[in-house]
């Protein structure tokens, strides 16, 4: 979809046409001139004669050539046809965020005592947010096969994601020491599509097991692994028993194979999928521009190029960055500006997670990026995370400068000389790393001190003398306690 982020302007004689989107059911309309009074009410359903007549009546008394304001929320895949009409009459078409329309509804709603009030709602956001609308263009072309493949492959992948955690769930169910630990490999799927039950693993024996998985790993995995499979089904058998009737050995067996086979064929979808989505993002990006950001790869570039669509429908790269939810909220009252607020979350979720993914990488391989996660975890006090998504806000940035100017992105260190990506690395290794100890206090895990993996949360600097030699409080004092001495 290509939105337009705009100013609404022009002659105080307007048209807003507010439309509450019904599944099943008739669509409620409320129609507002510019000074917000109300003009008329209407019911329309998504057919040309329906829509026309609902223009007819929406542009009743209006100056010749106005446009009407349409805005409606995305409501499944009702609003596409109310969208395309509109659109391709020339008449402007919003599409707003649910969560903006409803914190409005909830003051109309107070003061209001109307049946339409959603649609009326929404035929008022036109004046109480004029800056915040985007305008909604629709795709074509390549650019249209672009965005419902990345759109049909992000969904894919998450059922694909739900599939393998229930596999797993249902693992550690019959194999309560499942040799389950990271990905699922071709070999594991095959050895739980038919040998699930712990039972059907130790009849198999090693020797046939280890014969399956070395052919489905291509030898990259043997009889160790083989060897695995057995040792959980051994200590299965030796908990549970192997004829518990508290424990469905068969049928959970079957369950986690109805899981492996449509994963399969998730998996072959995706792949179809991803291909023809390939092919659209090579004709949308025909020089690969995109992909020449760091941390914007095969799956993230034709992702944020369809979110992205037309650059110039975003008056500049903070407008795009805020479109994504990756700007901070405001909070000002009087002279207090408060800072490090929460991002807004107002936009797709699929651009946010693109980016924060990608500036994981770009922070290791661009010097200005670097030098900005840096400075978040040793000045700002943000943990990982939080550092990550300041990154981000600054890929969407750079992104957008890119497909604006049409020429690939440089690599440049903090004094914007341009580098190349050796001396990138060099620099971030040498000046914008994070010490390990500042990753220790802003971590929120612990982990055990046993397992060799980390000493849990680093304790906080504590001061070790005062310049009139009183003892200081230490980082975990309160008011009221005594300070406790700092060790020698």
Known sequence: MDEQVIQLSGPAERRLVGVDLGIASEHTVRILDGSGMRLGAARCVPTKSSLLALEERA?????????????????????????????????????VSSAKAADLRKFFRRHTKSN?????TLARLPLVDPGGLVELGLAEGAAAVLDRRVRATDRLTMAAATHKRRIKDLVRQL?????????????????????????????????????????LSHGHQGRSRALEWISAAEQAIELYGPDDPAVPYTDLAAEVATEVRLLSAI???????????????????????????????????????????????????????????????ASETGDTDRKGEPMSKAGPSLGRATLVRAADHARKLDPQLAKIYYLQMTERGANHLKALCVVAGHLAIRLHTVMLRA????????????ITTEQAKQII?????????????????????????????????TMTA??????????????????VNPPD
């Open 59 to 95: 542009l009743a008394g209006a100056p010749q050539g106005i446009r009407l304001e349409v805005v409606f929320e995305p409501t499944g895949p009702a609003w596409f046809p109310v969208a395309k009409f509109f659109a391709a009459r020339g008449h402007r078409v919003f599409r």
């Open 116 to 120: 339409g009030i959603d649609a009326e």
């Open 175 to 215: 194999l309560p020491m499942t040799p389950l630990t990271g990905d699922l490999g071709k070999a594991d799927l095959a050895v739980l599509e038919g040998y699930a039950d712990p039972r059907a693993l130790l009849q198999l024996g090693a020797d046939a097991l280890t014969s399956l998985i070395t052919t």
């Open 267 to 329: 998996t072959t979808e995706l792949a179809a999928h991803a291909a023809v989505r390939e092919q659209a993002y090579r004709q949308v990006d025909p020089g690969r521009l995109a992909r020449t950001l760091p941390g914007l790869r095969t799956i993230g570039a034709p992702a944020m190029l369809a979110l992205l669509g037309n650059p110039r429908r975003f008056p500049t790269g903070h407008h795009f960055k805020s479109y994504l939810g990756l700007a901070p909220k």
């Open 407 to 418: 020429s690939p992105y440089q690599l440049r260190d903090t004094d914007d000389r341009p």
């Open 429 to 461: 290794a040498a000046r914008w790393t994070v010490p390990e100890e500042v990753r220790k206090r802003r971590r929120s895990r612990k982990t055990s001190k046993n397992t060799g993996k980390g000493t849990g949360k680093a304790p906080h600097q």
């Open 466 to 483: 005062h310049p009139r030699g009183d003892l200081p409080r230490s980082a975990s004092s309160r008011p009221g306690r005594s300070p």
